[in-house]
């Protein structure tokens, strides 16, 4: 079965600081992958996917995530945080095919920003 | 393009009452899901539909817990009885079966559930 970690469960940066937030998968092939923010009293928004190719991809909000298969990580990071920023983000991962379409999310990383 | 839509944004109830949450999902979008957030985890899918049939409901406690989508449109997921274990944020989501979308699931804002 499919699965997600998020090793960090609480993360504070400095605004104008880098930002990594880790996340590890189990997955028996090739997955597909996201990232999910979600700010307080809101929904899901996608921050980007991972499905194949180039294994550097870019998101919204300045957003970037590398997928990894030896080490079976999509860890995101971002050069500069915004306070904006501040929200809950989950890793997750979906089967790559058939036509259950199951997200498996992580438990979260919440992220505070200092000013 | 309106979202995914989601009513009533929060409800409390006494334990052992019953609860329906209604969504709508993007127009034209065939596969219809709804997850359950505990405070402190990530979403968790209870049922996904194709259209207006049954996916996966594996995770879908099913002695309390329905849902129906009749018209492969909008959905209804009802509990009945509600337990204080069932207070989460109730997620809907939506995504269209074309291949260049890859399936992409759009989020509704949730209902928000305390059971007392």
């Known amino acids: 079965a499919q699965s997600v970690t998020q090793p960090d469960i609480h993360i504070t940066v400095s605004e104008g600081a880098s930002l990594e937030l880790r996340c590890n998968y189990s997955y028996g092939a090739t997955p597909y992958l996201f990232w999910y923010v979600q700010s307080p009293g809101q929904g899901l928004q996608l921050l980007l996917k991972y499905f194949s190719g180039d294994t550097l991809v870019q998101g919204i909000k300045g957003f970037e995530a590398e997928f990894k298969r030896s080490q079976s990580s999509f860890n995101l990071r971002k050069p500069s945080v915004h306070w904006s920023d501040a929200a809950e983000y989950f890793c997750?991962?979906?089967?790559?095919?058939?036509?259950?379409?199951?997200?498996?999310f992580g438990k979260g990383t919440l992220l505070t920003v200092n000013p | 393009e309106a979202g995914v839509a989601q009513s009533p944004r929060y409800k409390i109830i006494e334990k052992r009452q019953s609860v329906a949450f209604w969504c709508n999902p993007i127009s034209g979008h065939a596969t219809l899901y709804w997850y359950q957030q505990i405070l402190g985890q990530g979403p968790k899918l209870l049922i996904q539909?194709?259209?207006?049939?049954?996916?996966?409901d594996s995770q879908l406690p099913k002695d309390r817990f329905s849902a129906e989508r009749l018209k492969g449109v909008d959905s209804t997921l009802k509990i009945q009885p509600a337990k204080l274990e069932d207070s989460a944020v109730y997620l809907c989501a939506s995504s269209s079966i074309w291949l260049r979308s890859y399936n992409e699931q759009f989020f509704g804002p949730g209902t928000r559930l305390t059971v007392l």
């Open positions: 997750a991962v979906r089967n790559s095919g058939g036509s259950n379409y199951k997200l498996t």
């Open positions: 539909f194709q259209n207006n049939g049954v996916v996966d």
